[in-house]
Nanobody, 121 residues
Framework: QVQFVESGGGLVQPGGSLRLSCAAS????????MGWYRQAPGKQREVVAV????????NYVASVKGRFTISRDNAKNTVYLQMNSLKPEDTAVYYC??????????????WGQGTQVIVSS
């Protein structure tokens, strides 16, 4: 069964940058569309970015478009999220999982532990 391990989170000031990584094991995720999700305190988990298996197409929710970039290295079974111009409202626990390029129904795998991102001065 696939497992995801997220890393790269931390405390950053507004306007700063972070690069998150998601290492997958137990399954070859190069055949899947993958996504990054986040869950802020008291809110539901939401998808923020998705990337198709080849990496040739991506999609972002409006709140992060132009600031976040999703990418993948299929040889390493790893997905990344470069986050720039961070805002306090980006504070959340970030997760990766399978995704849907059109945000439709998605056959999700088990959730990892996530990585905490805190944007604060």
């Amino acid at each position: 069964q696939v497992q995801f391990v997220e890393s790269g989170g931390g405390l950053v000031q507004p306007g700063g940058s972070l690069r998150l990584s998601c290492a997958a094991s137990g399954s070859d995720v190069s055949i899947y569309t993958m996504g990054w999700y986040r869950q802020a305190p008291g809110k539901q988990r939401e998808v923020v970015a998705v990337i198709i298996n080849s990496g040739g197409r991506t999609n972002y929710v409006a709140s992060v478009k132009g600031r976040f970039t999703i990418s993948r290295d299929n040889a390493k079974n790893t997905v990344y999220l470069q986050m720039n111009s961070l805002k306090p409202e980006d504070t959340a626990v970030y997760y990766c999982n399978r995704g849907n390029i059109d945000y439709g129904p998605t056959p999700l795998g088990p959730w990892g532990q996530g990585t905490q991102v805190i944007v604060s001065s």
